[in-house]
């Protein structure tokens, strides 16, 4: 059973672009959550998904993010017009109920 | 501020050495969980601690939640280069919140 997939790895977006992030959950996992690490801070919560659902997003931005989970297909979220400050690691974590969450490898988004 | 207290922020340690992270909340959790973060790569999963008072062990990583379970501590004993990296504890609140990590080092 493959663990949590994410990709890219890495993103390099220029001031202005648009970056997508895609998150691949366990087979299985139908719950799906987005964090955000900036640089010497901890991991802060940005939205819980399930399967076609916005389940909380209160700890999303409320201009330029948005996040979906489609019936089929990886989670996406999607960051309009980056910028600077939205540089940092976005972890995605996946879990077959509301309980323990298993970990992505992270995509790493650098806005120049 | 943190809702989650992590201490120390950083730690270098001599290898063989033991060392302690703490993790401390001002409200009683309900789900306590240590994470590792290697370098450039995602989170590990380590231990989650439920019950006041619990404790549990993983190879030499060991953690406990004390009896009002608002405080963890991560122990780890006779440290190696494997275990350098970030230690994160994340907890049940209303939803899952984080400390800012703990970054260990190991030094030969």
């Known amino acids: 059973n493959a663990g949590v997939m994410q990709n890219p790895r890495h993103l390099v977006r220029r001031r202005g672009q648009e970056a997508r992030l895609r998150c691949s959950p366990m087979k299985g996992h139908s719950h799906v959550y987005w964090y955000r690490q900036l640089p010497e801070e901890g991991l802060k919560f940005m939205v819980y998904l399930q399967k076609e659902n916005i389940i909380d997003e209160s700890g999303m931005p409320k201009e330029r993010f948005s996040a979906e989970f489609p019936k089929e297909g990886p989670s996406i979220l999607r960051i309009q017009q980056v910028v600077r400050g939205d540089s940092a690691a976005y972890f995605c974590?996946?879990?077959?109920?509301?309980?323990?969450?298993?970990f992505g490898p992270g995509t790493r988004l650098t806005v120049t | 501020s943190q809702e989650l207290e992590q201490s120390p922020q950083s730690l270098i340690v001599q290898e063989g050495k033991n060392l302690t992270i703490n993790c401390t909340s001002s409200k009683t959790l309900y789900g306590l969980y240590w994470y590792k973060q290697k370098y450039g790569e995602g989170l590990i999963f380590l231990m989650m601690l439920q019950k006041g008072g619990e404790e549990k062990s993983h190879e030499k990583i060991t953690a406990k939640l004390d009896e009002k379970k608002q405080q963890s501590s991560l122990h780890i004993t006779a440290s190696q280069p494997s275990h350098a990296g970030i230690y994160l504890c994340?907890?049940?609140?209303?939803?899952?919140?984080w400390g800012a990590g703990t970054k260990l080092i190991i030094k030969p």
């Open positions: 974590a996946s879990s077959p109920s509301p309980d323990e969450q298993y």
């Open positions: 994340g907890a049940d609140l209303d939803k899952l919140i």
